[in-house]
């Protein structure tokens, strides 16, 4: 708990999360993990990926150097099948690129890096002891010269700071370069309390001509931390004319082997009612169909959870069944989206973002 990165905006300096003393120096570190890892992983009944993060910390921050834990549960992971994915914004993931390879040669691995811009004294002042813009950057390439899929969470974005058009398209520009897999923007959100009153303060003392905009855009003061809708509206318009079509999603083809069929199948009717929507396209009867589905499916994982005999693939091959003696339309009614699910299911057929169609 706590991090030594000590970015001035983090969410996990908010009273919420309980994180006591000094956020950047007073670091907690829970010397088990790998013992309790390894201690769980042989007990799981069905395939899915797992995730290395903390809100209110980062698994590659000064102190994994000394303790070298996320190195530990690398070298238990690459023993498995899973597909693991980390997210940090410290380029000392590189030395671990060994452990993380195999991994990825096995059930697949993708390294989510946290960068906002590509101005360097911006992050020396909102992320004083994270890496470098030019090392995380190195990283990143480093990671997709080995073959592994790179997501970038470009969040969040500052107001005033880094979510200009200029800021943003520099950025875009150069993460298109190095062919990242998908890149997640967010605006800051500052909870009412020790988060909203640090980060303002650094702004009062470093930018402050910015000191009356963000007082307005973060006026309301609600417990998410959110800003206003209006600045919200805003910064959505900018998104529209920078993104174009780049994915912001984790892309079909990145998670479709590493969980079971029936999350996958979950996962992309999600994807696709918020790809549709951001296209004007009407969703009204795919998002009937999708509160059927996953009403069916919640059904099946209570029942395959209750009975620890049933075998971890029972819900996948109940799915397949159904789709295969075209049965499943009986619960959705719903002709072409049926004939879709079985293309994706029983085809295994890919669904690109961009095209927004099926693919082998």
Not at 25 to 48: G, H, W, Y
Request: with cysteine; charged share 30%; hydrophobic share 35%.
């Amino acid at each position: 708990m706590g991090c030594s990165h000590a970015c001035t905006y983090c969410d996990g300096r908010a009273e919420k999360y309980f994180v006591e003393g000094n956020f950047s120096q007073d670091i907690r570190v829970r010397t088990n993990i790998p013992k309790l890892l390894e201690m769980e992983l042989p007990k799981l009944r069905e395939i899915a990926p797992i995730h290395l993060s903390s809100g209110i910390s980062d698994i590659y921050q000064e102190q994994e150097k000394k303790y070298k834990l996320t190195r530990a549960c690398s070298e238990i992971l690459h023993e498995y099948d899973f597909h693991i994915s980390l997210i940090t914004k410290s380029s000392l993931v590189l030395r671990d690129i060994d452990n993380w390879t195999k991994v990825n040669k096995k059930g697949g691995f993708t390294l989510q890096m946290t960068l906002t811009t590509l101005d360097d004294n911006v992050r020396k002042i909102m992320e004083p002891c994270a890496s470098s813009v030019n090392e995380r950057l190195e990283t990143i390439k480093a990671y997709k010269d080995a073959g592994c899929s790179v997501g970038i969470f470009m969040m969040p974005l500052l107001p005033g700071i880094s979510d200009g058009k200029k800021s943003i398209e520099d950025l875009l520009e150069k993460l298109t370069e190095l062919n990242v897999d998908y890149i997640t923007p967010g605006a800051l959100t500052l909870r009412p309390g020790r988060q909203k009153d640090f980060y303002l303060s650094k702004i009062s003392e470093c930018y402050p001509h910015l000191i009356d905009d963000y007082n307005n855009i973060y006026r309301e003061n609600r417990a998410s931390g959110s800003p206003s809708s209006l600045y919200l509206k805003k910064l959505g318009r900018i998104m529209d004319r920078t993104f174009n079509n780049l994915v912001t999603l984790p892309p079909h083809y990145y998670y479709r082997n590493s969980m079971p069929l029936y999350c996958e199948l979950i996962i992309l009717l999600e994807h696709m009612i918020q790809l549709y929507r951001y296209r004007d396209i009407n969703v009204t009867s795919l998002e009937t169909a999708y509160k059927k589905i996953k009403t069916f499916l919640s059904d099946e994982k209570r029942n395959f959870n209750r009975k620890r005999t049933l075998p971890g693939n029972y819900i996948d091959e109940n799915l397949k069944f159904l789709l295969s003696t075209k049965a499943f339309n009986n619960i959705i009614n719903n002709d072409k989206l049926t004939n879709f699910i079985e293309k994706v299911i029983l085809d295994r057929k890919i669904f690109n973002y961009k095209t927004l169609k099926l693919e082998d």
